[in-house]
């Protein structure tokens, strides 16, 4: 049965950093990656990973300010966060890619979600 069990969000000022985990369990080596979804706005891509952790893809709004790794060993992929501003205020979900091939940046190649977690930044 696959799951994915999000943690880690919270309240934090501008400038802050969160670390967000996604704990992963009923599969191995597919990609994941981060979304998030403010209120009345879309689920956007945040950032993703390889299976084998080679690689990564990040939205251009956080590029240099997050970074996603995983730990296969315990099956968890986490996404730092740093210089946190009020427009990353969102529920993050982690997804894990439909099929093994390449890193995917839209939520329909997405097959299953976690049930999200909540980052709010303070100005």
């Known amino acids: 049965q696959v799951q994915l069990v999000e943690s880690g969000g919270g309240l934090v000022q501008a400038g802050g950093s969160l670390r967000l985990s996604c704990a992963a369990s009923g599969f191995r080596i597919y990609s994941i990656g981060w979304f998030r979804q403010a209120p009345g706005k879309e689920r956007e891509f945040v950032a993703a990973?390889?299976?084998?952790?080679?690689?990564?893809v990040y939205a251009d709004s956080v590029k240099g300010r997050f970074t996603i790794s995983r730990d296969n060993a315990v099956n968890t992929v986490y996404l730092q966060m740093n210089g946190l501003k009020p427009e990353d205020t969102a529920v993050y979900y982690c997804?894990?890619?439909?099929?093994?091939?390449?890193?995917?940046?839209?939520?329909?190649?997405?097959?299953?979600w976690g049930q999200g977690t909540q980052v709010t930044v303070s100005s």
């Open positions: 990973i390889m299976g084998s952790g080679g690689s990564t």
């Open positions: 997804a894990r890619d439909h099929d093994l091939y390449g890193i995917k940046t839209t939520a329909q190649q997405y097959e299953y």
